[in-house]
Every structure is written in C-alpha cells, then in structure tokens.
C-alpha cells in the first residue's frame, strides 16, 4: 500500500503538470451503455442483478465512463485525470499483474483542436510517468487504427471482418506469427494468401524512416484512410522530436490495440527486458500503459450524434505495482507501513493516564504518534515495537520524569536518551523530524 | 474534486498520525459474506448478476470486508484506514448527501487491548478531524449496545425483539418519539406500556453525570449487560478527559445505530445547526462521523469462530462534501480546479515549434503548465484563459523574444511583463512560485 500510494502520487502529480482536472465517474453504468463498445471484451464486463431499476453494469476501463459524460454533459473540452477501480471477469492468475478488480489511471483530452498536439503530449506524459518511476528502459509502439484499416483493404478484407482482424492482430504481442495466422484463417475465415499479405505488413517496425517507407508503398500511399494517418504520424514524429522523447517511440504495424472504439494513433509502452540479474525472478508483465484517439465514442452517447475528438492514456499502475513490489522482494528491500514518528512509552505501572496526556498533546501538535492499549506494558515490549515498526523516536515518561517536569526522548536507532522540559518537547520532535 | 482531494488529503493524514496504515480490500465480497451482517439495512445491497463462478455482492461498507479479510488472514492485531467506495441502493434524492455510490473513509483497530483505550482514540480521531475541517461545532453522541440491551430487558422486550427495536430507536434521529413509538407497537408488536418505558430511557441525554444516574437506576444496576457498558462509559469519559475532549461528548440513550454487528461502545458525530445566516441555504445532513466496537464480526467470518475484537469509525465524506460545496456557494467562493502554474503563450503565427520546445522545457523541470493546442492562437484568447482558469503566470515568445534568446514572463494579475534570458527562466519561474 505504501508503494501503491507513492506511485499514484507520482501519475497524479504528472497529470497535473499537464493542467489536467481530477473527474470522478460512478463505478457502474447503464448496463446498454457499455454493450458494443470494447468488440470481444465485452464478455469480461460484470453485470448487475436485475433488481429492480436500471440494468446496470460495472465499468470496464474509465474510457468509455468519460465519454458519457462529455455526451450527457454537452462538454465540449475538457482534460481530465481519474484515478479509479474498474474490474473484469479474468481468472487472476492468467498473466501476472492481472486482477479481476484494478486500478487504473487515465489522463484524456477532449475537444476539437489542431492534429496530433494533444497526441504527442500523451506520449510525453507516458514518457515522463515511464522515465520518473524509473522501471528501466522502455519502449513505446505507436500505429494507427487508419493504417490498419488501409492494409486491410489493399489486402483485400471486407469491411466487416476489420474488427476480428484487428483483435488477431492484437494478440501478436502474446503469440507468434504463426499462431495469429492460424486463428485468422481457421476461426474468422481469411484466405490463406490473404493472411500472409497482411504478415508482410503487421511485422515491420522502426522509427519515422518507416513512415516515410509506407508512403513510398504502391498500394498502400493510394488508400485514403491510410494516407491520413500516415500524414498524422509523421506530425505526431516532428511534435515528438520538439519535446525531446523521439528515440523512445517505435512505428510497430502489429499494435492493433484490441478495443473497438479508437479511430486513430494509437499506442502502447512495453518494458524492455533487461536480462534477469542472478538470484532475481525474471519479470514478464506485458504493456504497463497504452492509449489512442477515440473520436467517435462520445458521439455514440450524444442523442444527435454529435462528436467529440478525444485522445488519451491508462497507466497500467497494477503491472507496475507488481514489477516494483517484485523488485523489492529481489533486492530484499523492507518498506515501512506507517508513518508513526514517536512512540510514547513508559516503564512504570499506572502510567496510562500520563501517556495518554502527553500522547494527546502530540496529537495536537500534527505529530505521528503512538502508543500500547496496555495499561501496563513492559518496556520492553515497547522498544521492540518501535524496533519492528521502525518508529525512529520515542518518549518515555515515568515518575522520576514526572516529579522533574521532563521527558526522556529516546533515539530507537542510537539509542541516546535525552531529558527535554515537557513545554520544549514538541518543538524539539519536530525539530529532530524536520533534520532527519 | 479539488475540495475533495483536500478534504480526504486531511482525513488520511489524521489517520497516519495516529499510526494506521492504509489497507485496500476488494469491491465486490462472496454474496453469502454480506447477508446477515447489516439487518434492516440488508435489502440495500448490490448484488452481481450470475455469469457464472461465485455469486457476488458490492461492499456495502468497508467494515464488513475487513472483519473478512482479519479472519481470512488470520491477523489478530492491526490498526488500518481505509479510503473507499461503498454501494447502496437508495434513491439518491432522499437525503442530501446521501448516494448510491459514495466514499467512505474507514479507522479500526482490531485486536485484545485493555478496555476503552482504542475506543477513546476512535472519538479522539473524529474531534481531531471535525475540528480540523472547521465544519462549525459539533458533538458526538455516545451510547453502549450493552446499555440498550439491559433497558430492553428491564422494560420486558424479548430477546429476539431486540434488533427489531434497535432498528426503530435508531430512527429518532429523524422521526419523533410519537412515530417511532407508533412503529415499535404497530409494526413490531410491543405493548404500549413497554414502549412508554423506554420512552422514558431513550429521551434522556447527558455528560459523565448521567452514567452516573443510569448506576443509580434500581433496575438497570441489576442488569449485568447494562452494568458492563455504563463501567466502559465511565472508563470511557475518563481517557477523554484526557485527550481534551470529553466536552464534545454527550451521553445520548437514544444512540442505536441500525447495524446489528455493532456489541459495545457506539457513536455518531452531529453538527450543530446554527442558524442560518441571511441569503444562506440552511444546511440539513444528518451524522458526519459515526462508528462503534464490533466484537463478534471478525468471528463470523473464522472457521473456528476465534474472535478478534474491533472497534473503528467512518467518516461520512460525502456529506461533509455537500457541506463544503454549499458554503462555497453561499459565500460565492471560486476554486481552480487545476494547478497550472504557466502558461505557454505567443502573439505570433508560426510559432507552434518553439512553444513545444518551451513547455517541454517547463514540464521537464516539474512546472505545470499549459498552451493551446492550435497552431495559431490569438494572443487575447490565451490572455484570456489565463484569467479564467487562475494561472498566475504567462511565457510569452515571439520573433523579438527568439532573436534576442529570452522569454517575456508576464504575471497574469499585475499585467507586468519583464524578459529573462531563456536560460534563466525555469529557475525565475521557480522562485517566483515558492515566494507566492
């Protein structure tokens, strides 16, 4: 949790670097909302009993959630940031890093503006969020959904097998070439030489010297979809370049990205895999954040179908939960679990009520403090608390103390004690915190 | 949200100041887990729909999971916050403040302590934080399970009428005595003259002194139940003497608090109305903070029913929202709901390069900031934003600004522009942050 914690405050503080707002959107919607929305995935989303009063459903990603809420809302602009829980019907031990109830962080903006501006401040801010909680080197897939949809047609795929294709394709990052061409032929009914036509495209990747390639490309430079996002892509490189992230950005035609509603760019950042150091379990999480444009989702929900460009990013903090947690367990790092700074003890009998005087008053000075629901607890017992927790002060109060007006402050760690006057002894903790 | 973040930022960090850690349990529970854990209160659950695996249930607070996850886990001793969402199904118009989803922010202790220790910080955390939100006053209204049992026993009601009546009593919060008399003779079948009897109990409240009158009661003393809880009460009065806070406690019979899982102390924290002053909306929102021990609930859930006993708090941050948002409106207050600190600007065309050069710069080296994403803002526009959305700062870059190799910075209140060498600016940008 204290790990948790700190990489959230991490994404969120990113965020609001990049003037996002924080919207908080209800964990469940109008089950019919969601129908259509994710293509295959659909099957993961939890409903809710019928029990009286709407169908609902619980929410599959925060995506689809703010895009009702611009429709509903009639926003027309907006950048947002939630951080929320969304859950899905997948047995949590298929790939690590995979639960049926997550966290995920989303960062969108919405609104109609010039061409692959806000795209590129995406990819900066996944670069910075990647580069800040420093997981090792990473790599970023970008495509298009416009380009797919282009070398589906030169290959000669109908219309309406785009979406099956586009969820093979989507699996390349989990299976081989092979095994992706096999569902493609025997489950959704491509012609072999079909199939092999699109292999010759899905495999290549590189940088923006791809791109300009695919616009030398014969066939594919005379479809119109692809062009468009050929030409967008070639921005998104320049904007890239400008913000200084360029070499950390990969063309990869394989990204497919699996959801039903992106239009255009859309991206991916995978973890490269250093070599597993001696004694360390190697770590195999698969994409820790991704994202796209989604322009025709909130026209979905907008009764006359009015549209809102969106683009956007999720953080895969779970993914990244469970690489630092592992990390940590590797180099055998301990963490504390709270934040306790003084321990008020004592060694006496029928002490309680002076501690809980003098713990009050360190209460009210903002000070982390506590103390055993004992009435006599042995010393003892107390120090090795503070050991264990590691509390890093402790005050200890007694007769001898109290007939004196001080109070011993004890360092846990150097184990000095010091008498303070009780009226110096908050300004003396907070000035030892304050140093440390 | 912004008043939400700091509202919730203030109960953490009070939590962490009393040494909790922080603890996420799931949000859904085996639907089994929750039946019978919340009486009356039962029909408000959540449930998901069968599609196949175990039938499951929406939390419908956080101390119900945690009770599981003790026993589940076999821990005997832990002191946690949670922050969370719950689920009930009520109509959202009700109450004000009162939703179908809402946040709950969770303390408990749990585990075999001295008596009255860990209830009497409980009541010490709820002081510290509705003081520290400056709501107004308040006062937290205190009764004892145990003591409602005995005064339903004196009065003659049967056992198992017990948490039927509880539940009614509960109500007087928001019915008068005559109604919830009403219900406990027509609907729950108690005889008239029983129901007087406790109407002369539940009407009385006071400090310390009224545990003592309660001691003095002829039938009452003889009751075992009652003479446990009105001894803890005493106990518990004098550890919240010495917290400095026993002002803000009222000894209140009428306390029932509808949850059965509830064995022992009980509480639940009121403001207290003032009257409203001219122009404003008078503000009507019930408990802010409520809690109680819970014995048996740890014991429910443990295959061997080895108990662990709790006892926590929840503050009811949704209505302490509503409060705040309505204040705001009342005094008309205006709060940025994003950070940025500068904004990127130009008066010129062509300028799209240099200003993601400039803002990369910027959010390079952790500054917030912001520019339109259009190739060719006018300057007015940007000025504007500036001034709607609260950014204190501007950079402004142009033909002049790039031959000479500095930025404008213009401070958006006081309209003064100075220019500053380009490498000088994240440093002068910084400092004028810290000094405001």
């Given amino acids: 949790m204290v790990v948790r914690e700190k990489i959230l405050?991490?994404?969120v503080s990113c965020f609001k670097r990049h003037g996002a707002k924080g919207l908080?959107?209800?964990?469940?919607?109008?089950?019919?909302m969601l129908t259509e929305k994710y293509g295959e995935d659909s099957m993961l989303i939890y409903d809710l009993k019928d029990q009286g009063g709407e169908l609902l459903s619980l929410r599959y990603d925060l995506t689809v959630p703010f895009a009702r809420y611009l429709a509903m809302n009639k926003v027309k602009k907006m950048k947002r940031y939630h951080v929320g829980k969304v859950w899905r019907r997948e047995s949590p031990t298929?790939?690590?890093g995979r639960y049926r109830e997550f966290c995920q962080c989303d960062f969108d903006i919405a609104g109609q503006f010039d061409p692959m501006i806000p795209d590129a401040e995406c990819?900066?801010?996944?670069?910075?969020?990647l580069s800040g909680l420093q997981l090792g080197d990473f790599l970023i897939k970008v495509n298009d959904r416009r380009i797919l949809d282009g070398i589906f047609a030169v290959c000669g795929i109908p219309e309406s097998k785009f979406h099956a294709i586009c969820s093979s394709i989507d699996k390349l990052d989990k299976m081989s070439w092979k095994d992706v061409r096999h569902e493609m032929v025997a489950k959704k009914g491509l012609a072999p030489e079909v199939a092999d036509r699109i292999g010759d495209y899905v495999q290549c990747h590189g940088g923006v010297s791809l791109v300009e390639q695919m616009f030398q490309d014969s066939e594919l430079s005379q479809n119109q979809h692809a062009l468009e996002g050929l030409r967008d892509l070639k921005l998104l490189f320049e904007y890239l370049t400008l913000f200084g992230v360029a070499e950390k950005i990969s063309f990869d035609l394989s990204l497919a990205r699996g959801l039903d509603y992106y239009t255009g760019v859309i991206y991916?950042?995978?973890?490269?895999?250093?070599?597993?150091?001696a004694g360390e379990e190697p770590l195999n999480v698969g994409s820790v954040a991704a994202g796209g444009r989604y322009d025709g989702l909130v026209g979905m929900f907008d009764p006359k179908g009015?549209?809102?460009p969106c683009v956007g990013l999720s953080i895969g903090v779970e993914r990244i939960f469970s690489i630092v947690e592992?990390?940590?367990k590797n180099v055998g790092e301990k963490i504390r679990t709270t934040e306790t700074e003084v321990f008020v003890a004592t060694p006496q009998?029928?002490?309680?009520?002076?501690?809980l005087k003098l713990i009050a008053e360190l209460w009210d000075a903002g000070i982390k403090a506590e103390l055993m629901y004992k009435n006599n607890p042995k010393l003892l017992t107390q120090l090795r608390y503070c050991e264990n927790m590691g509390i890093p002060l402790m005050v200890i109060i007694g007769e001898q103390e109290l007939k004196e007006g001080v109070i011993k402050l004890r360092s846990v760690a150097s184990r000095e004690e010091v008498a303070i006057k009780r009226e110096n002894l908050v300004a003396e903790i907070q000035k030892r915190l304050s140093e440390s």
Avoid at 24 to 32: G, I, R
Avoid at 349 to 355: G, P, S, V
Wanted: charged share 30%; proline share 2%; with cysteine.
């Fill in 9 to 11: 405050d991490m994404v």
């Fill in 24 to 32: 908080d959107t209800p964990a469940f919607e109008l089950k019919e």
């Fill in 94 to 96: 298929i790939v690590q």
């Fill in 123 to 129: 990819l900066k801010i996944m670069c910075e969020i």
């Fill in 268 to 277: 991916e950042a995978v973890l490269l895999q250093t070599s597993a150091r």
């Fill in 306 to 308: 009015h549209k809102v």
């Fill in 326 to 328: 592992q990390r940590m």
């Fill in 349 to 355: 009998k029928n002490f309680l009520q002076e501690r």
